[in-house]
């Protein structure tokens, strides 16, 4: 069967003043139905950048200057602004990072719900209220008719979050990409809503794109992770693998400075150095100047290879079994 | 001498660099930055021509508009162009008392200018002297002084102007002292902004250790320091002053009627504008106009100048 | 927000206080009273009678209390030009200036707001520049001279409008008006332009700081990324947030407004309370210009409360804090 999704090549840059910006380059992953990508990186990676992309939400300076993202068999890139719409929010739905800023806070949340369905169906407003209701009360919100008629500041955080998440599931779109959906909440809400997502996805069948840099949250929840740095995967296969045999120091890194999977009374590993600026990137490898296993190979840009079957990595020194020490 | 150009202080580097350094003082560098703006320096430039106009305007002006002896009735409300009975060309036309608009316009913007500017600047002694006063003594005289300065820039400076002319009656004193009243606000609101973080900084901490007078302290020390925003301000004020004199004048509340300056000429072409005899009221009006933008011009381009933290 | 609203009227009549004291000290102790409220024309023994019943030589603290007294009873002595109670000429006069004053209101919301929308979506656009080079002029340029260039360009060599005067009106609410008839409203054309040219400027200005601060917001995108249309994420979600702050300052406008509608009307010969103040001071009836500044600074003082009243009930967040307290 076909992917829901898959992004080929993708490369947005950002024309600025003081130079081309290449917040995401050749990036390629795919996603199948019912599936969750976890996409993961620090800040600045990109993986937000791609999230946007593939919504064709690039705000300029910013452009999609390359590669294809092919959803449900069609290729979007070249789409107009009046076809992008029609994607987005009914087969494409996003959710933010921050709850606060999401919802528009001079509009009530009947409004924002209602608009959403109209801007897809030509319904009537009641069978529009109607769908409304049954997506808060989905996302286990309680007297949904109350809360309807609310304006966003009168909910907490967590609350905000679920309604966002309501109005994405308002389509039952057959993608959703959530942007570090719950780094802004409480550890208990956060648990509460990673559950009831995956507990959506499952039921509805929808795929799930997983922006995050907490590698934590994505071990519970994805299929399958891709690992982002300065703009380009350095890393991708079924989570369990990764997360129990990472092939790129960079990923290896990342998860040793995870403080559950270390034993109390250990060092926490760091990785040296700080995120480059994407505007200035060092040749070759872009995480080489941080790299234990770096040499003069790296200083040109490594291709993908797949060293184990499933395992896909962009490194000439890849942490294989044989070669741990 | 201008600092040298950008192609020569790249090429000539390091022979350029030491002699330009030794020379860089701060009013150079001022100067430079401000002409960095070409419009800035082009509206400078017209303005000291307008300003060398008003002040050289019985020497430039082919008739003295003030005295009567010299009008001649019988060339009222000429054309722009037309030769007069006293044997020059109205360049600019004549007024319906035989008046020659340019050199009504010349003596007119002496007028402005003097009251614009004198009020500005009785206004920027009395507002930065408040202003500083609030800012050095602090608790119940900066309440008292900052308390007056809302209440006066709460209403709009034409009801301040008529309420203080309603008082005082007409004249152009009096219209000095309305500007004064409107404007010295702005000044004590901005010198007391400026101050209240000038006078945390140690300079100030040590002229206090020397057992300095406060008038030594607030004079020597702490005005200079709070000059720059204080000129953005005060460019921009002289602009409002001739504004609000022009328009009181046109209002007929301002200079004598003999005496006319912009406003009033502008004010006195009114009624013959509607019969299509335009230049009474036009040619003063874009003396104004000009003079106006262009005082705005140069403090628009003054504020990004001074501004530290513009300053690369 | 029973205990601010007191707060608020009590700050209110503190001000109008304030004023009245500035008021008599400006015609007792600046001007001459007999000069004041006593007509030029009376003779010796008229004067002598009317000093006593003025009350004009007891100590000038008791005279205060008795001009205070007057004032609320709505007393503010009789005109000399023409003989009736300068409270009530005033008020004969305010239809028509406030007429003037909303129609450049209308006018500044008008031409303002979607120049100020169009610079602010396309700020780096050489007619969003063109635009604002324009409301500079707007701010600096004296009003009364482009009332001038007004005349001469659309009545005088155009001949599309008239110049002078109210034009024909027509009763409501036992008022009449000028914007009820045609030629009534194309008297209003000029005056209104003229007086509305600072607020245009004003309205450009704060719309388009406020547009470019809130396209950024991620409600904004939000509601791209919901689907729907730009001119609903526009006009709905991006207008919606700048219009409490422009509506707040226009409101608070319309006092200097009604102050500015002097020059305004004096140029155009509108019939209003401002060309009336003028006439008033060339004669010197003083006491109309006294009414007529008493009813200004009340007018200022009642706008003041009024937006801050509107403005908590426009903003849902402010709302909800004055719950809260």
Known sequence: M?????????????????????????????????????????????????????????????????????????????????????????????????????????????????????????????????????????????????????????????????????????????LIIADEPTTALDVTIQGQILYEVQKLCRDTGTSLIWITHDLSVVAGLADEICVMYAGRIVERGPVDAVLDEPLHPYTRGLIGSVPSRNVRGHKLMQIPGMTPSLLNLPPGCAFRTRCPRADDDCLVEPAITEPKPGREVRCYHPHLLDTVA | MSPPPAEATTVAAPIAEPVRAAEETPFRRFVADFAESKVALGAFICFVLIALAAI????????????????????????????????????????????????????????????????????????????????????????????????????????????????????????????????????????????????????????????????????????????????????????????????????????????????????????????????????????????????????????????????? | MIVYLIRRLMQSTLVVLAMTVILFVGVYAIGDPVEILISPDADQMERERAIAALGLDRPLWLQYLTFLQNALRGDLGRSFVFNEPALTLIMQKMPATLELAFAATFFAILIGLPLGLWAGLRPEARSSRVIMATSILGFSLPSFWVGLMLIMVFAVQLGWLPSTGRGPTAELFGVQWSFLTIDGLRHLILPAINLSLFKVSLVIRLTRAGVRETVLMDYVKFARAKGLSESRVIFVHVLKNIMIPVITVTALEFGSTIAFSVVTESIFAWPGMGKLIIDSIYVLDRPVIVAYLMIIVLMFIMLNFTVDVLYSVLDPRVRLQDQKA
């Open chain 2, 56 to 312: 050289f305007a019985p020497w430039i002006a082919p008739q003295n508009p003030y005295d009567l002896a010299q009008l001649d009735i019988m060339d009222g409300r000429m054309e722009p162009g037309t030769v007069g009975g006293a044997g020059f060309t109205y360049i600019l036309g004549t007024d319906d008392q035989g008046r020659d608009m340019f050199s009504g316009i010349l003596y007119g913007l002496r007028i402005s200018l003097m009251v614009g500017a004198g009020s500005a600047f009785i206004a920027f002694c009395f507002g930065t002297g408040l202003g500083l006063l609030a800012a050095y003594f602090g608790r119940r005289t900066d309440a008292v002084i900052m308390r007056l300065v809302d209440l006066q820039l709460s209403f709009p400076s034409i009801l301040v102007a008529l309420m203080i002319l309603a008082f005082l009656g007409k004249g152009i004193l009096n219209v000095v002292i309305a500007i004064v009243v409107v404007e010295w606000a702005y000044y004590a609101r901005t010198v007391r902004g400026t101050a209240l973080v000038e006078r945390r900084r140690e300079y100030i901490e040590a002229a206090e250790c020397l057992a300095l007078s406060h008038q030594r302290i607030v004079f020597r020390h702490l005005l200079p320091n709070c000059l720059p925003p204080l000129i953005v301000v005060g460019t921009m004020q002289v602009a409002r002053a001739i504004a609000l004199e022009a328009t009181l004048s046109f209002l007929g509340l301002g200079v004598p009627v003999t005496e006319p300056s912009l406003g009033l000429l502008i004010a006195n072409g009114y009624e013959y504008m509607l019969s299509g005899r335009y230049w009474i009221s036009f040619y003063p009006g874009i003396a104004l106009l000009v003079t106006i933008v262009v005082i705005n011009l140069v403090g628009d381009q003054l504020r990004d100048v001074l501004n530290p933290r513009l300053r690369k």
């Open chain 1, 2 to 174: 076909a992917p829901t999704l898959e992004v080929r090549g993708l490369r947005t840059h950002f024309f600025t003043k003081a130079g081309v910006l290449k917040a995401v380059d050749d990036v390629s992953f795919s996603i199948e139905k019912g599936k969750v990508l976890g996409l993961v990186g620090e800040s600045g990676s990109g993986k937000s950048v791609t999230g946007f992309s593939v919504l064709g939400l690039v705000d300029p300076p910013g452009r999609v200057v390359d590669g294809e993202i092919i959803f449900q068999g069609r290729n979007l890139t070249g789409l107009s602004e009046e076809e992008w719409r029609k994607i987005r929010g009914r087969d494409i739905a996003m959710v933010f990072q921050d709850p606060m800023m999401t919802l528009n806070p001079v509009l009530r949340i009947d409004t924002q719900m209602i608009e959403t369905v109209l801007a897809h169906e030509k319904v009537s407003e009641q069978a529009a209220r109607a769908r409304a209701r049954e997506a808060l009360t989905q996302v286990g919100i309680p007297s949904p008719d109350e809360r309807l008629k609310a304006y966003p500041h009168q909910f907490s955080g967590g609350m905000r979050q679920r309604v966002a998440i309501a109005i994405a599931l308002l389509h039952r779109p057959a």
